[in-house]
C-alpha cells in the first residue's frame, strides 16, 4: 500500500454544538487498495493514543462514552452510533466511507457532527487518536492533539513532508490530527514547528 497523507481537522460548533470536520486525503487511498465490498476506508474516533513505534493496534476501540457498542449505525440515526464511530464497513456510519479513488487523493470534505466533544473526560476526543482501516485493519493512525497557531503550520499546507506525520489541534478548540503514513499503520513523525 502506498503511503497514506491525510488531514483531517475538528473544530468545535456553537453552543457546545458538536463539531466540524474537515478531512483531505492526498495519497493513499486508490481503489487498487481498498478491500472494502464498497471500494472505500472506514475511519473512526479511537479511545486511546498511538502506541510507542506508532502502533495503531495500542489505539484501543472506538470511542464510546454511552456504551453503543456495535449498534448498526446509519446516517438516518446518528443517535444510534458510537461517539468515534465516523464510518463504518459497508458504507454505513454518521458520514460513510472515505471513497477511494485511482489515484488515491480525496478532494476534501466537510460535515458537521453534533455527537463529538470537546470537553468530559469520558467524551473529549483531545488526546485521542484517528485511525482508518481498510475492511477493518488499521492501516493508519494519528493523535488528536490542540492545534496552536502560533506553533504548528496550517494542516493543509501543502508543503508537508510525505514520511512525517504532524499533529496539531486547539486554537478557541479547534483540535486536528494531520496524517502521513506508509504501509500498514507504520507512521514515520515527528511534531513539526516552524
Known sequence: MNAIRANFMFAPLANNGGAQV???VKSGLSKKYAISPT???EYHIHVKRVGPNNDCMATG????PTNIGAAKCMPAK???CQEGDLSVIGGY???GELKATESGAIAPISYNDKFIHFSGETTTIEGRSVVIHNNGTRVACA???PYEQSTFPSAFAEDTPQDEVRMSGSDAGRVVATMAM???GSVFGVLMTL
Open 39 to 41: 471500494g472505500g476506508f
Open 93 to 95: 456510519g454518521k458520514h
Open 143 to 145: 493523535n488528536i492533539v
Open 22 to 24: 474537515w478531512i483531505e
Open 78 to 80: 446518528p443517535d444510534r
Open 61 to 64: 476501540g472506538h470511542l464510546d
Open 182 to 184: 506508509a504501509v500498514a
